[in-house]
């Protein structure tokens, strides 16, 4: 799956496109650097600024019963020293955390404009872990999978978007779909 994956991402995300598609019934979590989609349809709701971690630039959240089932986040500026996609990506790869297995890394080409030149460029790395009953996620324990994408934006400055999700939430098109979504400025 992996391979049939890259070969739809290489081809099909962003191309010479200056905006990604946001598949229907969508919402868009917008930035000065990117904007990513976030399955609105399922739930997810944009969270205003004053509530949310000061490293996030933007975030939706998912929640049923009080229990946080699902997380897409734009993180800007997370790292030092990090001036290209594979630094971007070993950062954030660094932060995924133990309890997590990588399932693939693979690089992927984003929306934007064409003068965007490498910001365009970034990788993937999907990823399973279990939740840590922490701040209102899931019981420990329970399954999770998640996709990032990491990159440098027009301005040099690293960037990381991420959905997390309860295992099987999502199924592998809209994990797609997001990351496919992903538009820099």
């Known amino acids: 799956m992996a391979v049939a994956a890259a070969a739809v991402l290489l081809t099909g995300c962003g191309g010479d496109q200056d905006t990604a598609s946001v598949p229907e019934g969508w919402g868009t979590l917008e930035t000065g650097s990117l904007s990513v989609g976030y399955p609105k349809s399922e739930g997810y709701a944009e969270q205003p600024a004053a509530e949310?971690?000061?490293s996030n630039a933007a975030v939706a959240l998912?929640?049923?019963?009080?229990?946080r089932t699902g997380m897409v986040s734009v993180q800007l500026d997370f790292a030092t020293g990090v001036d290209d996609a594979a630094g971007a990506a070993a950062a954030?790869?660094?932060?995924?955390?133990?309890?997590?297995t990588r399932k693939a890394t693979e690089d992927v080409r984003l929306a934007g404009p064409d003068d965007a030149g490498e910001a365009r460029e970034a990788r993937r790395i999907d990823y399973d872990f279990t939740a840590d009953g922490r701040e209102d996620t899931p019981n420990r324990g329970t399954p999770m999978t998640g996709v990032l994408v990491a990159g440098v934006d027009t301005k040099g400055?690293?960037?990381?978007?991420?959905?997390?999700?309860?295992?099987?939430?999502v199924d592998a098109e809209d994990l797609d779909a997001f990351v496919e979504s992903v538009t820099v400025k």
């Open 52 to 54: 949310r971690a000061k």
């Open 62 to 67: 998912q929640e049923k019963d009080g229990i």
């Open 157 to 169: 400055v690293p960037f990381v978007v991420r959905l997390n999700a309860v295992k099987d939430a």
């Open 92 to 100: 954030a790869g660094a932060g995924i955390g133990l309890n997590s």
